[in-house]
């Protein structure tokens, strides 16, 4: 069966630096992936998804993340944190039946 | 992408009691899906509901707690039956295309 696993449950970084939050995935066969970001009190919003046809995907808000075969990752990028990108971020696999598994969330705080 | 309402946004209920949340789709969908988010916690999926046939319940849910009904390709009821302290959760409806998963706004449902 498919799943994701988030290796953080919380990543602190400064203002102006590079984020990264990590997701490994566990499938038998090429996934649909996707990271959602979920702020306090707001609703789900999709960030980027990955369907094999790249295997760097762009999101908005300056997202980026990386599908790695080899490493079976799907790590979540960005170059420089805002005071905005606090939030809960959720690693998510496409599994049989169009249903959507999520992973246990990264909570990010950006650190003025 | 899709516009999905739900109401209500926010209840409080007694113990013992029902609630009927409504998920409303701004386009036609074959399947539509509702997660469970218990309190600092990931979101679980509940059912997937398809038009015209029975709800499909995941592992350790079932119909009798959580009926749901699928009248018509762009709506959805999801019913938390004889409630308990313990199903104080969010609760989204969600439907899939091909760009990702889109989800509601989300039921907050406290249940005293």
Known sequence: ?112 | SAVISQKPSRDICQRGTSLTIQCQVDSQVTMMFWYRQQPGQSLTLIATANQGSEATYESGFVIDKFPISRPNLTFSTLTVSNMSPEDSSIYLCSVLFSGGGFFGPGTRLTVL
């Not at chain 1, 762009?58 to 997202?63: L, P």
């Not at chain 1, 598994?101 to 650190?111: A, D, I, K, R, Y």
């Open chain 1, 1 to 112: 069966a498919q799943s994701v696993t988030q290796l953080d449950s919380h990543v602190s970084v400064s203002e102006g630096t590079p984020v990264l939050l990590r997701c490994n995935y566990s499938s038998s066969y090429s996934p649909s992936l996707f990271w959602y970001v979920q702020h306090p009190n707001k609703g789900l919003q999709l960030l980027l998804k990955y369907t094999s046809a790249a295997t760097l995907v762009k999101g908005i808000n300056g997202f980026e993340a990386e599908f790695k075969k080899s490493e079976t990752s799907f790590h979540l990028t960005k170059p420089s944190a805002h005071m905005s990108d606090a939030a809960e971020y959720f690693c998510v696999v496409e599994t049989s039946g169009s249903r959507l598994t999520f992973g246990e969330g990264t909570q990010l705080t950006v650190n003025p």
